[in-house]
């Protein structure tokens, strides 16, 4: 009988034991922040060449700074260092049409005495890439110039595209320079605009 009352006193101690244990408490689920957008790093005209200088250091090329000149009217400031052992020139304009009318910057001509092996322009910024004082237009740079310019475009064309350029040994531009909004016929040509047909003029 004894033990018939200790085996209901321990049970009854379980059973408040049990009801007065506080619940497992549900851990927060973690709430995900939402992806930030990358900003833009495409400059707008007028550009800073400083800007331009501070990206390719940003990016880890081996630039050796040399000089700087304050210029006047159309040329705001020029850049002069070197870049795996050649010249290497940035220039910045008032404009992106004051470049082309101070600099005589065309990409319809290949360089020539006078001119650097490479050439870009973007914006108002123009980059030149080798020696522009040899006796006659400049060669065909060897590979490792012309691969060279090629990481110089990758760096700067999210800055300052569409980019133009005038090499003598062109590479290929990451954004395409736009072609022309006319659209083309059937022979490649733009097509004429219709002239509508007069109606004749009814007798009185």
Known sequence: MRNHRLLALALGAALLASCGSTPATANPTATLAAPTPSPNPHLSDPA??????NALLKAGLQLSANSADAGTGALVKRLH????????V?????SAKTLVSASGFSTKVKPVLGNPPF???????????GSSTQNGPPAAPDPQFVSAFQQLVAIVDP???????RSVTPVVLP???PAPSASPGP???????AKPTPKPSKKP
């Open 187 to 193: 022979s490649g040509k733009p097509r004429p605009t």
């Open 159 to 165: 800055l300052l595209s569409p980019l133009q350029q």
């Open 90 to 94: 940035l220039t910045q304009f008032t």
């Open 175 to 177: 954004t395409p320079t």
């Open 48 to 53: 800073s060449v400083d800007t331009v200088y």
């Open 119 to 129: 050439a870009l322009a973007g914006l108002n910024i123009l980059i030149e890439y």
């Open 81 to 88: 260092l070197t870049y795996d052992a050649w010249p290497l």
